[in-house]
């Protein structure tokens, strides 16, 4: 199976690369947790491209993580 992991997958480049990948991978991983509206105010939000790409593509699997990953 042929898998793509995707950051920052809901903003402007990472969506394109969703729309590139997803005919080219079996599953894409996308992972990203809107910091974007933390940093800029809820205008700034990128839900309504998550909600766009998860109706599109069937094979689109959004996770909300932090790839910062403070943790480790
Ligand atoms: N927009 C451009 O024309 C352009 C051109 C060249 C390079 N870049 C660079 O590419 C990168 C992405 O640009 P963009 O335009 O797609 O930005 P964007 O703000 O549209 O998208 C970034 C996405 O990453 C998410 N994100 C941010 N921090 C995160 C974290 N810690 N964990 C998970 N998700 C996180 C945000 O919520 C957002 O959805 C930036 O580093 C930018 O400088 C952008």
Redesign the pocket.
């Known amino acids: 199976m042929k898998i793509a992991i995707i950051?920052?997958s809901?903003?402007?480049?990472?969506s394109e690369a969703v729309h590139f990948f997803a005919s080219k991978f079996d599953l894409i991983v996308g992972?990203?947790?809107?910091?974007?509206a933390y940093f800029f105010g809820k205008d700034a939000s990128?839900d309504w491209n998550l909600k766009n790409l998860s109706e599109k593509f069937q094979n689109f699997e959004h996770h909300n993580?932090?790839?910062?990953d403070f943790g480790h």
């Open positions: 950051t920052g809901s903003g402007l480049i990472g992972v990203d947790n809107n910091l974007r990128t993580i932090d790839i910062r």
